[in-house]
């Protein structure tokens, strides 16, 4: 099975920007999670989307949202970009087995906002 | 709201010595807890949930209601298992994916 993908990798954007991520879970997974990881903050959550409805929202600004596909891929855009928006944003699919439940994380973007 | 706290960042043993990573929370559900690590250069992965009560990688963690504990244990430290390790909690009884994680602890296991 292949694994989590997200696009692109790295970023480099300007302060004001916007910018947008992409996500391709792992097939058959409908749950999509998106966390932001910074060395101060740790992995926060951001949303998660299951069947391209907004599922859960973590403690974000409204200039961070998402939306999710009937494919299940899912993106996750920020508006007007901060110098601490600098992250590396994680996604992360899951399957609706409760006892075999896990989250399965990508690789990562690295965003760089300057 | 759920909280996990990791209270040691750093964490450096020996080869072959014991090893604990503490890990605490505050919930007032039933929490589904896991500890998830990171090698370098590797996505983050699953390394077990307290819900299957199995040993992965010789390393085991058991959940501890009365503590509010999922201090992760292993008896003899490989250099291998050298890794940032997060603590993580999960609402129980939920069909939500939402993690709360911990602030992570770098494990450095020593020649």
């Known amino acids: 099975k292949a694994g989590v993908t997200q696009t692109p990798r790295y970023l480099i954007k300007t302060r004001g920007q916007q910018v947008t991520l992409s996500c391709s879970p792992i097939s058959g997974h409908r749950s999509v999670s998106w966390y932001q990881q910074t060395p101060g903050q740790g992995l926060q959550f951001l949303f998660e989307?299951?069947?391209?409805?907004?599922?859960n929202k973590g403690n974000f600004p409204g200039r961070f949202s998402g939306r999710q596909f009937s494919n299940s891929r899912s993106e996750m855009n920020v508006s007007t970009l901060e110098l601490g928006d600098s992250a590396l944003y994680l996604c992360?699919?899951?399957?609706?087995?409760?006892?075999?439940?896990?989250?399965?994380f990508g690789p990562g973007t690295r965003l760089t906002v300057t | 709201a759920q909280r996990v706290t990791q209270p040691e960042k750093l964490l450096s043993v020996f080869k072959g010595a014991p090893v604990e990573l503490k890990c605490n929370y505050s919930y007032s559900g039933s929490p589904e807890l896991f500890w998830y690590v990171q090698y370098s250069r590797q996505r983050l992965q699953l390394l077990l949930r307290h819900i299957s009560r199995e040993s992965i990688k010789g390393f085991t963690a058991d959940l501890n209601k009365g503590e509010t504990s999922f201090h992760l244990k292993k008896p003899f430290a490989q250099e291998e298992d050298s890794a940032m390790y997060y603590c993580a909690l999960r609402r129980g009884g939920t069909s939500g994916s939402r993690l709360t994680f911990g602030e992570g602890t770098q494990l450095t296991v020593n020649p």
């Open positions: 992360a699919s899951s399957s609706l087995d409760r006892v075999r439940y896990e989250q399965y």
């Open positions: 989307y299951f069947s391209e409805t907004q599922r």
